[in-house]
């Protein structure tokens, strides 16, 4: 095991010279926002749709590294993604964030997804934080009451609506043939979100409904039995596929404990702690193999592909468990282990790059683009976001 300080500084190596750097190249000077797509082959294309999902992730990115590393250069960026944010992604007559946009600020998929609502008000109370616009809160607030007054029913949160909030198919958040009506991983993102609005107002309205989320998760969507996570669900919480998403299930894990300490309740904390200890114990012994994270397991059979979010989360969610409970040595060097994997396969060394979206087997990547609406600085820049962070005062 290598000192910590060490593994900790190395990350912060990776953040401040390849993944800064990267994201800054990407800015859109002509019509706002971020480019929307970096080919497998490094090919950018600047008239690429820009994902909504994609802006918000950027802004939370330059925020928080802003935050933790106070070069107002990063402030900057983040004012960027904001500016484009509030004049583009945001429907002014009907309320809430579209999907996606034409490379030139025009909607281009006006779906209005909870989770795209979420990440927006995630990335603006990150945002308000770093900059402290008030305007930025204020949309989070309207964002927050919209998912509140339009987005739930009496068992949860809906997903998916057209642009005026009538239901429709949840196709964006369904795979595995399936299509659910509510999703582990929107409510993961929904929680997450008003972890951070919460956060930075400590409104007891934003606490209730974290709460009732964390009441969701250990009752509906968490499988004492099977100790894991079930990922699609009808409407009534009813599991509809035998999934173990071993990436999610983890980053469940620590951004579950990290919403205790920020909700800081103590008969919260009291019952959901051993289930974030269950899912990282069962995390480590089943799905870390050969220095890295695999996939997933539908029906038992596991993918053995190595996705670029699934392994950050995991250095993530590793350390978390170490921290929580530091007799377990062993989650601290699956995280440094997993780093090592991380520069050694997943990291694109060529120049221009950032990270492959995945490897196989054998570490080999997959020719999938470097840049869309999905793949973004949000998991990898966080990584190394808390692996600063919570290694800043260990002795």
Request: proline share 3%.
């Amino acid at each position: 095991m290598q000192d910590i300080k060490a593994f900790a500084a190395d990350v912060k190596k990776h953040l401040t010279e390849t993944i800064i750097p990267f994201w800054e190249k990407l800015r859109d000077e002509e019509y706002g926002g971020y480019f929307g797509w970096l080919g497998y082959d490094l090919e950018l294309d600047k008239k690429a749709v820009k994902g909504c999902i994609l802006n918000s992730r950027i802004l939370w990115f330059f925020s928080n590294a802003y935050l933790l590393l106070k070069d107002e250069c990063l402030l900057h960026e983040a004012g960027h993604a904001w500016k484009f944010l509030k004049e583009y992604c945001v429907d002014r007559e009907n309320g809430g964030v579209y999907w996606s946009l034409t490379y030139d600020g025009k909607p281009e998929d006006t779906t209005k997804h909870t989770y795209n609502q979420a990440f927006a008000i995630y990335a603006l109370s990150s945002y308000y934080d770093a900059s402290g616009d008030e305007e930025a809160l204020e949309l989070a607030w309207g964002l927050y009451r919209l998912i509140e007054a339009k987005c739930r029913d009496k068992y949860g949160y809906l997903e998916a609506f057209n642009v005026r909030f009538e239901p429709e198919d949840n196709d964006k958040l369904s795979e595995n043939g399936v299509m659910a009506e509510k999703t582990m991983n929107t409510l993961l993102h929904v929680f997450e979100a008003y972890t951070e609005l919460y956060r930075v107002t400590k409104a007891p309205e934003v606490g209730k409904n974290i709460k009732y989320m964390l009441d969701l998760i250990v009752d509906k969507i968490y499988n004492p039995e099977l100790g894991r996570q079930e990922v699609f669900f009808d409407r009534t919480w009813n599991s509809l596929i035998d999934l173990y998403s071993y990436g999610h299930d983890i980053e469940t894990a620590w951004l579950v404990d990290r919403g205790l300490d920020v909700l800081d309740d103590a008969a919260y904390k009291k019952r959901l702690r051993p289930v974030t200890k269950q899912i990282t114990r069962n995390i480590y012994d089943r799905a870390y193999i050969d220095h890295s994270l695999v996939n997933e397991a539908e029906n038992g059979i596991v993918d053995t592909t190595r996705v670029w979010w699934v392994q950050a989360e995991a250095v993530v969610g590793f350390l978390n468990g170490w921290q929580r409970s530091p007799e377990h040595s062993e989650y601290l060097k699956a995280a440094e282990d997993i780093w090592e994997y991380i520069k050694e396969k997943v990291v694109d060394h060529r120049d221009g790059s950032e990270w492959f979206w995945a490897v196989d087997r054998e570490g080999r990547p997959l020719e999938k683009p470097i840049v869309e609406s999905w793949k973004c600085p949000y998991h990898n820049g966080r990584m190394c976001i808390e692996v600063i962070r919570r290694t800043q005062n260990v002795a």
